[in-house]
């Protein structure tokens, strides 16, 4: 499974991005997807997860109403939309897959890491 992130870049305090995350694998509905993120200097962190149907999704508390993970089984894509941005956003995004729910939540295992889409947000 090869995982492409996309999306990233430079946004204003209190402005939008949209994350989309594309994975190479025919079998995509068998797998959980999640988002993670490193600030520099920082241990990499949980944002989302998402449901193999999408019916359930899980954030972490700091993105909880401002962040919304979906997908789209059909084309093999999960998405991050991020509204109400802050500086504190900033980092490298990760997206990542599992057929495990809680592994894509804690990250220990993960089955498959995309590369990183950088964003930036500023002050």
């Known amino acids: 499974v090869q995982l492409q992130a996309s999306g990233g870049g430079l946004v204003q305090a209190g402005g939008s991005l949209r994350l989309s995350c594309a994975a190479s694998?025919?079998?995509?509905?068998?797998?959980?997807m999640g988002w993670f993120r490193q600030a520099q200097g920082k241990e990499r962190e949980f944002v989302a997860a998402?449901?193999?149907?999408?019916?359930?999704?899980y954030y972490t508390n700091s993105v909880k109403g401002r962040f919304t993970i979906s997908r789209e089984n059909a084309k093999n894509t999960v998405y991050l939309q991020m509204n109400s941005l802050k500086p504190e956003d900033t980092a490298v995004y990760y997206c990542?897959?599992?057929?495990?729910?809680?592994?894509?939540?804690?990250?220990?295992?993960?089955?498959?890491w995309g590369k990183g889409t950088l964003v930036t947000v500023s002050s």
């Open positions: 990542a897959a599992d057929r495990v729910y809680l592994t894509v939540i804690t990250g220990y295992g993960m089955d498959y």
């Open positions: 998402i449901g193999r149907s999408g019916g359930s999704t």
């Open positions: 694998v025919r079998t995509f509905s068998l797998y959980y």
